[in-house]
């Protein structure tokens, strides 16, 4: 089964990260949350998030997509951070996904993952001046090779159901979609 990390930063956004976490779970992936610190992680809006283990746990292990939930100050945390940094390279070396929605694309900008691709974000919360070999877009969710982005809250279901696209096929994307009830 895939494995996927999930980094939990301080003031991640907390509608992006469950909604994440929880329809990666629903395909039955294999996901691991981890905390940039040993304390629970306090959400941008106060919800109290428990990580399932410590990101210093997890450096060495290999994962099939890394994902980055947005929010601030979480997507900040998450850029500032160099072992963030230096797993994103890592995994964009090996030819594996990484993805990030909201503010969180400006990590993967910082990591120079984004150079000659097309991306989105939430509107503001990337400089494009500092970053004008990407071709940025106000699409939903972008999928541009290994690189996966989208905009916010609002388009955290949607990103997750594309990257259980991605890593599973259209069929389970299908059956984790048809559980939600999101049409008649």
């Known amino acids: 089964m895939p494995s996927v990390l999930v980094p939990l930063a301080q003031g991640c956004e907390e509608l992006e990260a469950v909604t994440i976490i929880d329809l990666l779970r629903r395909a039955a992936l294999d996901v691991v949350t ?6 629970p992680v306090t959400a941008s809006r106060g919800t109290l998030l428990i990580a399932d283990t410590r990101l210093e746990d997890v450096l060495e292990r290999t994962f099939d997509m890394i994902v980055l939930p947005g ?20 995994q964009h070396a ?37 970053y004008p070999s990407v071709e940025f877009t106000d699409a ?3 999928v541009d090779g290994t690189i996966v982005t989208s905009r916010g809250p609002g388009t955290a279901m949607d990103f997750a159901l594309q990257l259980i696209e991605l890593l599973l096929g259209g069929e389970s994307r299908d059956r984790v979609e048809r559980g939600l009830v999101r049409t008649l």
């Open 34 to 39: 981890a905390g940039l610190d040993n304390r």
């Open 71 to 90: 929010g601030l100050p979480g997507a900040d945390h998450l850029a500032e951070d160099p072992r963030i940094i230096a797993l994103l390279r890592r």
């Open 94 to 130: 090996a030819g594996r996904f990484s993805a990030a929605i909201c503010a969180a694309p400006k990590v993967l900008a910082r990591a120079g993952l984004l150079d000659g691709r097309s991306a989105t974000h939430y509107p503001g919360a990337v400089d494009h001046a500092v």
């Open 140 to 142: 939903s969710v972008v």
